[in-house]
């Protein structure tokens, strides 16, 4: 089993709240990665991070941001949730090499009424 | 043409059913070959590397043809725990992985 944790696991709060997702990964990965997916749809990445002090948007425009001090914390701060911010949120780490494999979190069901 | 392409499916198979997907990829400099499975509300976990010479792990074998770009991934002896969605994920250098919409299937008893 992977050691990629997310928190919460479900989260349901109203419109216009900040809310943070929380991402932690054990097994010193230098990359971390927020994906966004709905039910029954595709993957889209939103952010990166290869190391720490380093993030770069991915390929869907996310109003979300991220952080990385620490390499083993890349949390997602949404500053004022909004309906059309509904969905599943997945973390992910990966080994520096291209044939590392890439680890998810369980995710975070996100809804904001 | 788009990055990776995927037959989305649904594929419904009985058990005990060979079923094949395929999945193609524009990018020629693409080096690192995956196959994922996704089961309903779950997050994807990696079901097989795709090594250039083909591999095989117990009823599933992938195979790699980098002439014609495309990837693909066989089951045997289907069963029902089969049913999930397998993503086709590839990367070229420093570049985050490539992930296909992926291929449903559902193995019907």
């Known amino acids: 089993e992977a050691d990629i944790y997310q928190t919460p696991r479900y989260l349901v709060i109203g419109t216009g709240k900040k809310i943070t997702l929380e991402c932690s990964q054990t097994?010193?990965?230098?990359?971390m990665y927020w994906y966004q997916q709905d039910p029954g749809m595709e993957l889209h990445l939103i952010h990166y991070?290869?190391?720490?002090?380093?993030?770069e948007k991915g390929d869907l425009s996310s109003e979300s941001t991220v952080s990385r001090i620490r390499t083993e914390h890349f949390p997602l701060t949404l500053e004022s949730a909004r309906p059309s911010h509904t969905s599943q949120y997945l973390c992910?780490?990966?080994?520096?090499?291209?044939?590392?494999?890439?680890?998810f979190g369980p995710g975070t069901r996100l809804t904001v009424l | 043409r788009k990055e990776v392409e995927q037959d989305p499916g649904p594929f419904n198979v009985p058990e005990g059913a060979t079923v094949a997907f395929n999945c193609t990829y524009s990018?020629?400099?693409?080096?690192?070959f995956f196959w994922y499975r996704q089961d309903c509300r779950k997050e994807p976990k990696l079901l097989m590397s795709?090594?250039?010479s083909g591999n095989e792990d117990g009823r599933f074998t992938a195979q790699l043809n980098r002439a014609s770009q495309y990837i693909s991934l066989l089951i045997r002896d289907s069963k029902l725990s089969d049913s999930a969605t397998y993503l086709c994920?590839?990367?070229?250098?420093?570049?985050?992985?490539?992930f296909g919409k992926g291929t449903r299937l559902s193995v019907i008893a």
């Open positions: 994920v590839f990367n070229s250098g420093n570049t985050p992985l490539v």
């Open positions: 097994m010193g990965h230098d990359k």
């Open positions: 990018n020629s400099a693409s080096q690192s």
């Open positions: 991070s290869y190391g720490v002090n380093s993030t």
């Open positions: 795709v090594y250039s």
């Open positions: 992910a780490s990966q080994g520096l090499l291209g044939t590392d494999t890439q680890y």
